[in-house]
């Protein structure tokens, strides 16, 4: 663990490793290049179930590898609406995360995202606002009472400014009787990364 106090991904790890046990579901929107993934699969153990999603052929790779180094091994999806069964380990769908309503099978605890672009891959490539919004509008839907939803911001690069306008504007409006949300941001630094978080204290 770095000792920055700016370590954004970090922080939202650990919020989130406060929430999830042995044996919950968890949701990873983008799976990138597979650590938040690995880290969700240690979090939620054996029985538990993670759910991740990119739509790039070689993010749904790199985790799967990634996850094959530490011993561990997931169950690939191609491009679908169906809803995946609610059974242990770790399941990949190459497919956009606005099929999250569509393909989730339970009440995450965890949901966690790295917005932007796969780092390595094509920097044209990146999350889009409208599609992120859809995904996070069916995120805190489905999650469950006393589960969080972590998701880090880059606004630095091309297009990033516009998600991370509309990524906060969305956290900003959710109902405060049901949500508490945290936001970590560098602030003396606007085109840092930042991070948002939303707890569900109740049912929507």
């Known amino acids: 663990m770095s000792p920055s106090l700016t370590r954004i991904i970090s922080w939202g790890h650990e919020l989130l490793e406060e929430v999830?046990?042995?044996?919950?579901?968890?949701?990873?929107l983008t799976a990138g290049n597979g650590?938040?993934?690995l880290l969700l699969a240690r979090l939620v153990g054996p029985e538990g179930q993670v759910v991740a999603f990119d739509i790039q052929e070689n993010a749904i790779a790199s985790t799967q590898?990634?996850?094959?180094?530490?011993?561990?091994?997931?169950?690939?999806?191609?491009?679908?609406?169906?809803?995946?069964?609610?059974?242990?380990?770790?399941?990949?769908?190459?497919?956009?995360h606005t099929l999250f309503a569509d393909i989730v099978p339970d009440q995450p605890v965890a949901i966690i995202g790295n917005l932007g672009f796969l780092p390595g891959g094509d920097k044209e490539i990146i999350t889009q606002p409208d599609s992120t919004l859809k995904a996070l509008d069916a995120g805190c839907?489905?999650?469950a009472v006393g589960?969080?939803?972590?998701i880090v911001v880059y606004?630095?690069?091309?297009?990033?400014?516009?998600?991370?306008?509309?990524?906060?504007?969305?956290?900003?409006k959710l109902d405060q009787d049901c949500f508490q949300v945290l936001l970590v941001k560098v602030q003396n630094r606007p085109?840092?990364?930042?991070?948002l978080v939303a707890e569900k204290k109740k049912g929507v």
């Open 191 to 195: 085109q840092a990364p930042f991070l």
């Open 20 to 28: 999830v046990k042995p044996g919950s579901l968890a949701v990873d």
């Open 147 to 150: 589960g969080r939803m972590a």
């Open 35 to 37: 650590h938040d993934t």
């Open 141 to 143: 839907d489905a999650l």
């Open 155 to 172: 606004p630095g690069h091309p297009g990033g400014d516009v998600e991370a306008d509309a990524v906060s504007l969305f956290f900003s």
């Open 65 to 96: 590898n990634r996850l094959l180094s530490e011993g561990l091994s997931a169950r690939e999806w191609a491009t679908s609406d169906a809803l995946l069964s609610r059974s242990p380990g770790v399941d990949l769908v190459c497919g956009s």
